[in-house]
C-alpha cells in the first residue's frame, strides 16, 4: 500500500485478555517502530525494529509486552494479560533507514486504540 | 529528566499572528531535529527537519537550531485556523535508533 496500514483501528478488550496489534509498513521501509500515546500525552518510544531484528526493546514497559517482525515487513505487538493502564493509542511508523533518502522522517499509520475494560 | 520538553500550552494566537514553539533536548550528541503536526485523532506527519544550526524556512515555517543551547523552536508566520493542532518536538537519539518525542504543545489560532 501507500502508507502504514495498521489494524485493527479500535479494540475493546477485557482485563486479563491478550491482544495483538499489526503493522503493514511501507514497502522497502527498512525500519519500522512502535510506540504508544495516552491521552493527552507524547509519544512513548516501545520498540525499534531494523529489518527483522530489534537492535532496541528498551522502551516495553513490562515482560507482557512483545513485538516480532517478519520478512522485514509486517510488524506483531502482542499485549498479554491487558491491563486497564494498557489502553492507549498504539502508533505504528516506518522509515528507509540506513538507504538512499533517508531523511530521518518517520511515517506514522493511522494508530491502533486500545481500550481495556 | 525527560529527553525533550515543550511547554504544553495551550497556545493561542490569532489569526494572521506569529505562533512560537519551543523545545529544549538533553542528548548533546543529537544531529537530527524534528517538527510534527498531529490534529486531533490523527497520526502526526512531518512539517519540517533541522539538522545544522541556524534558521530553516519553509514557506510559512521557520525552524530554528541552536545545539549550544540544546534548544529547537518552530515559528508559524501567518497563522490560519487550519494551523490549529498539537505540533510535537522530536530529536533522532545520537545512535539514530531512537526517536525522542516531547509531549507536544497545543496551538489554537483564533479566526
Known amino acids: 500500500g501507500a502508507g502504514v496500514s495498521q489494524s485493527p483501528s479500535n479494540k475493546v478488550t477485557e482485563k486479563g485478555k491478550d491482544v495483538e496489534l499489526r503493522c503493514d509498513p511501507i514497502s522497502g521501509h527498512t525500519a519500522l517502530y512502535w510506540y504508544r500515546q495516552s491521552l493527552g500525552q507524547g509519544l512513548e518510544f516501545l520498540i525499534y525494529f531494523q529489518g527483522n531484528s530489534a537492535p532496541d526493546k528498551s522502551g516495553l514497559p513490562s515482560d507482557r509486552f512483545s513485538a516480532e517482525r517478519t520478512g522485514g515487513s509486517v510488524s506483531t505487538l502482542t499485549i498479554q494479560r491487558t491491563q486497564q493502564e494498557d489502553s492507549a493509542v498504539y502508533l505504528c511508523a516506518s522509515s528507509p533507514r540506513g538507504l538512499a533518502g533517508d531523511t530521518g522522517e518517520l511515517f506514522f499509520g493511522e494508530g491502533s486504540r486500545l481500550t481495556v475494560l | 529528566q525527560k529527553e525533550v520538553e515543550q511547554n504544553s500550552g495551550p497556545l493561542s494566537v490569532p489569526e494572521g499572528a506569529i505562533a512560537s514553539l519551543n523545545c529544549t533536548y538533553s542528548?548533546?550528541?543529537?544531529?537530527?531535529f524534528f517538527w510534527y503536526r498531529q490534529y486531533s485523532g490523527k497520526s502526526p506527519e512531518l512539517i519540517m527537519s533541522i539538522y545544522s544550526n541556524g534558521d530553516k524556512e519553509d514557506g510559512r515555517f521557520t525552524a530554528q537550531l541552536n545545539k549550544a543551547s540544546q534548544y529547537v523552536s518552530l515559528l508559524i508566520r501567518d497563522s490560519q485556523p487550519s494551523d490549529s493542532a498539537t505540533y510535537l518536538c522530536a530529536v533522532q537519539s545520537n545512535t539514530g535508533n531512537q526517536f525522542y518525542f516531547g509531549t507536544g504543545t497545543s496551538l489554537t489560532v483564533i479566526p
Open positions: 542528548d548533546r550528541g543529537s544531529q537530527s
